[in-house]
């Protein structure tokens, strides 16, 4: 007996009659002619509401993508989001110092007993400074490295300087340039210099004093520092920035034969004020100690 597979396939126009035609129970009845009216109909229905599925998922897709085209521009015209500084803050203990990488890929170090405290963003590196620090500034044109003192305000772009500057508004700032060009203002803004290579500014007061040099006196890493050709004032002010600790003469009175004297000379951060003070006294045969 033959099965629906052995006939040849039902043509796709007659396949919906066929389905339905298999619900239908064969009668002899009176009611046939009805019967067949109804299911006709039936058939001359589904055509519409196939054709009506199709209309709303037409409709769906343009409202779904008119509503992304909506979207899309509202995120596109908003403001963009101030972006956040990244933030950070270096505090180095009396006798400790330490080489710092910034997120800009600048690099610091540190000196003992000092404060950095940064601030960087796409478009401004800002930069607070108590103590002394040595900065190798990666250049970035849109972005300006300022840094602020007590006494004034150094802005570069890309360079190397050294910035001693006091908590103490009332000492002197001094800006040294390793390499590069910096500009150097007043804490006021009255005064501005430029520097390059060799040269340094002094800033107390809201004035600035430019000197040319042959060399830096005061040299700086993350495991010593070191003199050179420095006078004493510069190395006993640096000692007791250091080291917290102050050394100098008895009683306080400069020999005479002190006040031309220069010192070179490398000392580790470990090393106390009383071990620096006897390594001066016997280098330049002068009488120094530690001043309690």
Do not use: C
């Amino acid at each position: 007996m033959k099965t629906e597979k052995d006939f040849h396939p039902i043509e796709p126009e007659f396949q919906d009659i066929w389905n339905a035609a298999k619900n239908i129970v064969p009668s002899e009845t009176a009611e046939n002619d009805q019967a067949w009216a109804q299911f006709q109909s039936k058939i001359n229905k589904e055509p519409q509401q196939k054709n009506l599925f199709v209309s709303y998922r037409r409709w769906l897709s343009v409202a779904a993508a008119a509503t992304i085209f909506l979207l899309s521009g509202y995120f596109f015209f908003q403001p963009k989001a101030t972006p956040q500084p990244v933030v950070a803050e270096h505090i180095t203990p009396a006798g400790e110092a330490r080489s710092i990488t910034l997120s800009d890929g600048s690099n610091v170090v540190l000196a003992p007993n000092s404060k950095l405290t940064v601030s960087i963003t796409e478009n401004k590196r800002s930069i607070k400074l108590e103590g002394f620090a040595r900065f190798e500034v990666a250049r970035d044109e849109n972005a300006p490295f300022q840094v602020t003192t007590p006494q004034g305000i150094v802005t570069v772009l890309g360079t190397g300087f050294d910035v001693t500057a006091p908590s103490n508004k009332n000492q002197t700032l001094k800006v040294f340039v390793n390499h590069g060009k910096v500009k150097v203002q007043s804490e006021d803004l009255s005064q501005e210099v430029i520097l390059t290579k060799n040269q340094s500014v002094t800033a107390l007061q809201n004035q600035l004093t430019k000197t040319e040099n042959l060399s830096n006196n005061l040299s700086v890493s993350a495991e010593q520092y070191q003199f050179n050709n420095a006078p004493l004032s510069v190395v006993f002010q640096t000692v007791e920035s250091f080291q917290n600790k102050q050394i100098g003469f008895l009683g306080n009175a400069w020999p005479e034969n002190a006040k031309n004297k220069a010192f070179s000379g490398t000392f580790t951060y470990n090393q106390s004020a009383q071990e620096i003070a006897e390594i001066l006294s016997q280098a330049l045969e002068l009488q120094i100690k530690v001043i309690e």
